[in-house]
């Protein structure tokens, strides 16, 4: 089936996305949000909460957990705001897959940006199934990369 062909009556995800640069995104890491966030996951190691703790071991404030990052990218809805402008009905997405590779800590204090592209969009199941690969290049306020990102969101059909 062609790009931008129906299935089932709805419209495809147009493959002419690919390479859809987001616009970017900025996070300012706060100490209060580090707190709450290794909370709510239920981390226990000290250096994500106590900041004695977290320069002790090495950090110049409080460390991000790992998936703390992603934060973002949710917080300027610059994905869902993609997704809309592509055609992709908001109520049919899953998050299907997360992959991260760090490069250096993300500490309090910190401003990460996030510069994220749609590197891939294919389906499966005769088009019942799309997914949306996005590639996403996170770096801090001194043009450090602190991590890479890929995930991909499945977009189920009608």
Known sequence: MPAGAARNGAPMIDRRHIGKTLAPATLEVEKGR???FAEAIGETN???TDEAAAQ?????SLP???TFIMAGELDADTIRTALVEMGVDINRILHGEQQFTFHAPVCAGDTIT???TFSD???RRNGGLEFIVKETTMTNQHGAKVADARSVIVVRGA
């Not at 002790?56 to 110049?60: E, F, N």
């Open 34 to 36: 580090l707190r709450f």
């Open 56 to 60: 002790a071991a090495g950090y110049p």
């Open 114 to 116: 996030f510069a994220s």
């Open 64 to 66: 991000a957990p790992p």
């Open 121 to 123: 969009i294919y389906g």
């Open 46 to 48: 000290p250096i994500y």
